[in-house]
């Protein structure tokens, strides 16, 4: 188990990177095209920025037991504007900024107690759902999800995904499948999530129950397979599943997509 203090540590490391390359570039090479289709870097830039600020806050709610959400203002209002430079801005104020945010934050989870992480939850307002209840290590391990993928979406030769993000998040992103379930025409299957180099993991759909388990079973419908940083890719969206082994019955791998669209 990865602990808090662990990935608060990865969070800051990567943040240093990131502002060694920042630093190296210039400022122009924000404007081109992102690996991430759609996005600009200085779009990526944008939103580190602000899940910067919105983890600190939500952090700081946390502590202090007050109701938190990452878009206060709702996700449909709130988010498209974190995506671009404030009025006046250009990409190194935002480079500067992003700077300026990501210490902030490295410098309060710094101080959070180790036994804090696991038993200090984040309260979202009912009318406002986002991520749910979630505790300050799973806050914590979204952000590190934030500037390992991103930074690598970037395509400015920061290094690859660590494996304390990589052994933090697989797990959590299996045990979040249930929420992230999308009925299809499948009403019911079971897949075996196998790691080359770790775990295996078995996801099943019956009558619109998701159950999601670390163990492989026998009579999963189909099984794919990849190390575990494939595996966490194929999860996020980062690696097709033809990149991927899979064996048994290949409808039912190529349903998995479907039942669990990536976030």
């Known amino acids: 188990m990865v602990s808090g203090m662990e990935i ?15 630093e190296a570039i210039d400022p122009k090479t924000l404007l081109e095209a992102s690996e991430l289709p759609g ?14 600020q919105a983890s600190e806050r939500m952090t700081s709610d946390a502590l202090a037991g007050r109701p938190t959400a990452f878009y206060p203002d709702g996700r449909s209002a709130q988010r498209p504007p974190t995506l671009w430079p404030g009025p006046g801005e250009n990409a190194s104020n935002v480079v500067r900024s992003l700077r300026e945010c990501s210490a902030a934050l490295d410098e309060l989870w710094a ?63 299996i ?23 770790g775990p295996s993991f078995n996801v099943a759909v019956s009558q619109g129950e998701v159950s999601a388990s670390q163990s492989a079973h026998d009579a999963a419908d189909a099984t794919i397979s990849g190390s575990k940083a494939d595996l966490l890719g194929f999860l996020l969206g980062r690696v097709a599943i033809a990149e991927l082994a899979f064996s048994g019955d290949e409808s039912a791998a190529l349903q998995f997509t479907t039942s669990f669209p990536p976030l």
């Not at 608060?8 to 920042?22: G, I, K, P, Q, T």
């Not at 200085?42 to 910067?52: D, F, K, N, P, S």
């Not at 979040?176 to 180099?197: E, F, I």
């Open 111 to 173: 101080q959070i107690p180790a036994e804090t992480w696991e038993t200090t939850t984040t309260r979202e307002p009912e009318d406002n759902p986002e991520l749910g209840s979630i505790t300050l290590l799973q806050l914590a391990i979204l952000r590190l999800t934030e500037v390992e993928v991103h930074g690598t979406d970037l395509h400015l030769g920061l290094s690859d995904w660590s494996n304390t993000f990589i052994n933090a998040a697989l797990p959590m992103r």
């Open 39 to 52: 996005w600009s870097r200085l779009t990526i830039v944008c939103h580190l920025r602000y899940g910067a």
């Open 175 to 197: 045990a979040w499948l249930p929420q992230q379930h999308s009925p299809s025409q499948a009403s019911s299957g079971s897949w075996n999530l196998v790691a080359t180099d």
């Open 8 to 22: 608060a540590a990865a969070v800051a490391a990567r943040h240093r990177e990131l502002d060694s390359v920042f």
